[in-house]
């Protein structure tokens, strides 16, 4: 049972983290609200904004002047919090790869391989938090920007929905904390 929870855990992490690590690097945080009328695609993502037509398929992409340039709080907050979480959750899987029974590290000590699962149960649970907190911190700017400017009648000729990349670091973050709770709380 416990090599099976352990495995079962150790899968879910590293796809997890894997979802983490995408959402982190991909540009499409935000992207403009589908209208019948646009002719092009755009996406706002945390290091770059694209914009891809959509006739031809022509992708172009400016890239951020600096990182360490003024921007807007909700990307620093977020890169901050998203790269904090992919270090993290790659800790937790290196420490967890070590600690499975399946592993022939530290095989006459199995105390020691529990100990090693549940630190990195803790380690991963407080990435997931963090990922979760950086995604969802993103997400609800967009919108509260976006009811800001309808609740004033402002139309600047865009409307922005979260992208597939701030669904994917949720999703991450989400797939971390459960692995963590299988880690943390069901392996003893």
């Known amino acids: 049972m416990s090599a099976g929870l352990q495995m079962t855990a150790f899968g879910l992490a590293l796809l997890s983290t894997l979802f983490l690590v995408i959402a982190t690097c991909t540009d499409c945080w935000m992207v403009n609200a589908d209208d019948s009328l646009e002719v092009s695609h755009k996406c706002r993502g945390l290091w770059r904004e694209c914009v891809t037509n959509m006739q031809d398929g022509v992708k172009t ?5 600096s990182i360490l340039a003024d921007h807007p709080v909700k990307i620093v907050v977020t890169r901050t919090l998203l790269i904090t979480a992919d270090l993290l959750a790659g800790l937790a899987l290196a420490t967890l790869l070590l600690g499975l029974d399946c592993i022939k590290f ?3 000590e199995p105390h020691v391989k529990l100990k090693m699962c ?3 149960g803790v380690i991963l649970g407080i990435g997931s938090v963090l990922g ?3 995604s969802v911190w993103y997400a609800v ?3 509260v920007e976006r009811a ?4 004033h ?3 600047l000729g865009v409307h922005y929905d979260f992208g597939w990349s701030c669904w994917l ?5 989400t797939g971390c904390l459960v692995a963590a709770i299988l880690l943390t709380c069901c392996l003893y």
């Open 61 to 65: 992409c400016d890239q951020y002047d």
């Open 106 to 108: 530290l095989k006459e």
């Open 118 to 120: 549940y630190g990195a």
């Open 132 to 134: 979760l907190v950086g």
């Open 141 to 143: 700017d967009v919108y």
């Open 148 to 151: 800001t400017l309808v609740s």
């Open 153 to 155: 009648n402002v139309f």
């Open 169 to 173: 670091g949720m999703a991450g973050s």
